[in-house]
């Protein structure tokens, strides 16, 4: 083989690398258990949550690392997002060519990813990133599409029209174009580049556990349960989709609808039945718990860097005492010496 030949072979073999390195986040939302052969694409708000946790313990993670620490995590399920905590699962850009090159369904490996209705997704991600008030909604607050508090099935119904309006007029918006719970999932999944052995849609969960114990079997490893993390107060229901909203969001995910609306049936949400006062108060106490948690860090954060610069005035005063009590030492010295001659 020529070395033309050999570096065209390196590059094809390479190409999941390659293809995630073009998508924002790729790599960052590849997770691995080489052990298990198991790679799975996390998309954002499709169980993901539930998915990682599954993903480290099947990589052999310390599961108690997980630890919000400084952060401002409203659930203690949610440090699992931290990719820092990961010690044991390596990034597909830490692996080196050869062993890339066998992430392949071909070699054993059981490669997957879960999509979601579009629809159904987007008023997840808005309800769990901007309703319940997380502390990184903060940002948004003075803008006129954020949820108001406290909320009523009305307001909750009215403040998702203003969002989808947001997406729609706004195409570039930081939370449409950077935020991976409100992109297409089809540019995140990355198909071209990535060997799936299946895309499950979020309610095949049973057969996607399912094939996965099969798969684990075949490797000798025990089967891992899937916890159930990350709920949200509100499901979606009719009437968040009436007056033309559910088009739109079509409109706006054509690109998903595309790919995989064949899987998508929005009878059951059609016919969902209204929240209830006590869905629609939980998700009030949650938004103000997470105002309050949000509060707290932006305390602790500005303590934390009035701090850092006290620190830094005191090494420079400190710096400067020290060269002042040398220059004085020179000059005594100096002096005496000036007397002995």
């Known amino acids: 083989m020529t ?65 919000a620490g400084p952060q401002p995590y409203i659930d203690d399920s949610e440090p699992i997002h931290n990719r820092d905590l990961w010690k044991v699962s390596p990034r597909l850009d830490a692996l080196d060519a050869e062993q890339r090159a066998q992430i392949h369904p071909d070699n054993g490996w059981f490669v997957f990813a879960v999509v979601r209705d579009p629809r159904l997704r987007l008023f997840s991600a808005w309800q769990n990133k901007l309703l319940i008030e997380t502390p990184f909604s903060h940002r948004w607050s003075k803008e006129w599409w954020y949820p108001r508090h406290p909320l009523t099935a009305e307001t909750v119904i009215e403040d998702f029209a203003k969002f989808v309006e947001l997406c729609e007029q706004d195409p570039p918006h930081w939370l449409r174009a950077k935020d991976a719970h409100f992109r297409d999932q089809v540019e995140m999944l990355a198909e071209d580049s990535v060997p799936y052995t299946r895309i499950y849609e979020i309610s095949e969960m049973k057969q996607l556990q399912a094939d996965l114990a099969a798969h684990l079997e075949s490797v000798g490893r025990p089967v891992i349960p899937l916890p159930r993390a990350n709920p949200t107060p509100l499901r979606p229901i009719g009437a968040l989709y009436a007056n033309g909203i559910k088009e739109r969001i079509e409109k706006i995910y054509a690109a998903d609808f595309e790919r995989f ?8 949400t059609e016919n969902a039945e209204p929240w209830t006062k006590e869905a629609l108060n939980a998700c009030e106490q949650e938004a103000v718990l997470g105002r309050r948690i949000g509060e707290l860090y932006r305390i602790a954060k500005n303590r934390g860097e009035k701090l850092e610069k006290a620190n830094a005035r005191i090494a420079e005063l400190e710096q400067r005492a020290t060269v002042k009590g040398l220059a004085r030492a020179k000059a005594a010295g100096a002096k005496r010496r000036l007397r002995r001659s």
Do not use: I
């Open 3 to 67: 070395e033309q030949e050999t570096t065209q072979d390196q590059g094809a073999s390479d190409a999941m690398l390659t293809g995630l390195k073009q998508v924002p986040g790729g790599v960052w939302r590849t997770y691995l258990a080489p052990d298990a052969k198991v790679v799975f694409e996390s998309l954002n708000k499709n169980a993901c949550t539930s998915l990682k946790w599954m993903m480290a313990e099947l990589a052999g993670e310390d599961l108690d690392g997980f630890r």
């Open 261 to 268: 609306g064949h899987l998508w049936d929005f009878t059951k």
